[in-house]
C-alpha cells in the first residue's frame, strides 16, 4: 500500500526543545514537501526537496531546518527559534517538483508547544 | 504576486442540496488543484484541471481561463461530504486558498 506517513499524529513539547517530524514516503517520488497549517489561513510552505541532498527554503523557513538523506524519508525540525511554532504540519510529495505535479499529501501532525 | 481566493469561507447546507465552492486566481497560475481536508487532518486530491470540466461520482470541477475562475460543484450533498475544501493554484509552487469548510446537516 503505498503512501505517506507522518509521525506521531499529535506532539507536545515545553517552549525552548527542538522537535522532529517524522515524514515518510513510499511512491518511489522525487520531491517532498512540508507546510504549515494554521487556523483560518492557507497551507504555507515550509521547505521543499526536489531530489536526495537537496533542499530548497519555502516561504517560512525561519526556524526550521529538514534533511534528505534517503529518497523516501524527509523529516522537518522545529527548532526554538520558531517563534509560533504551534501549527498543523503537513507533508506532501510529487512525482517532479513544485507546481506541476500533484501532490500526495500524509495526514499531519499536530504539533503544540506550551 | 500569486494569489487564489475561495468563496465562502464558511458553507452549511442540508442534505441533497446543490453546493457551488468558488476559486478565483491570480495572473501567472496555469492550473488549479482542487482539495478535500477530512476533519481529522488529512488531504485527498480530488482534480487536478487547466481547462474545462472534470466529474468525479458527485463532485464537478470546471474552470474559466479567461476570467481565471474554478468552481467546485457537489450534487445531492451528503453529510460525509462535510469538510474543507482547498483551492490551490499552480504557478512555479502551489498557492494554497484559505479553505472553504463545508457543513451538510442530515
Known amino acids: 500500500d503505498g503512501g505517506i506517513t507522518q509521525s506521531p499524529k499529535y506532539l507536545f513539547r515545553k517552549e525552548g526543545q527542538n522537535v522532529t517530524l517524522s515524514c515518510e514516503q513510499n511512491?518511489?517520488?522525487?520531491?517532498m514537501y512540508w507546510y504549515r497549517q494554521d487556523p483560518g489561513q492557507g497551507l504555507r510552505l515550509i521547505y521543499y526537496?526536489?531530489?536526495?541532498?537537496?533542499?530548497q527554503k519555502g516561504d517560512i523557513a525561519e526556524g526550521y531546518s529538514v534533511s534528505r538523506e534517503k529518497k523516501e524519508s524527509f523529516p522537518l525540525t522545529v527548532t526554538s527559534a520558531q517563534k509560533n511554532p504551534t501549527a498543523f504540519y503537513l507533508c506532501?510529495?510529487?512525482?517532479?517538483?513544485?507546481?506541476?505535479?500533484?501532490?500526495?499529501f500524509g495526514p499531519g501532525t499536530r504539533l503544540t508547544v506550551t | 504576486k500569486n494569489e487564489v481566493e475561495q468563496s465562502p469561507q464558511n458553507l452549511t447546507a442540508q442534505e441533497g442540496e446543490f453546493i457551488t465552492i468558488n476559486c478565483s486566481y491570480s495572473?501567472?497560475?496555469?492550473?488549479l488543484h482542487w482539495l478535500q481536508q477530512h476533519p481529522g487532518g488529512g488531504i485527498v486530491s480530488l482534480f487536478m484541471?487547466?481547462?474545462g470540466k472534470k466529474k468525479h461520482g458527485r463532485l464537478i470541477a470546471t474552470i474559466n481561463i479567461q476570467e481565471k475562475h474554478s468552481s467546485l460543484h457537489i450534487t445531492a450533498s451528503h453529510p460525509r461530504d462535510s469538510a474543507v475544501y482547498i483551492c490551490?493554484?499552480?504557478?512555479?509552487?502551489?498557492?494554497f486558498g484559505q479553505g472553504t469548510r463545508l457543513t451538510i446537516n442530515p
Open positions: 526537496s526536489q531530489i536526495v541532498n537537496d533542499f
Open positions: 490551490a493554484g499552480r504557478a512555479q509552487k502551489l498557492v
Open positions: 511512491l518511489n517520488h522525487d520531491a
Open positions: 506532501a510529495s510529487s512525482t517532479g517538483g513544485q507546481g506541476g505535479y500533484e501532490q500526495y
Open positions: 484541471l487547466s481547462s
Open positions: 495572473v501567472g497560475i496555469s492550473a
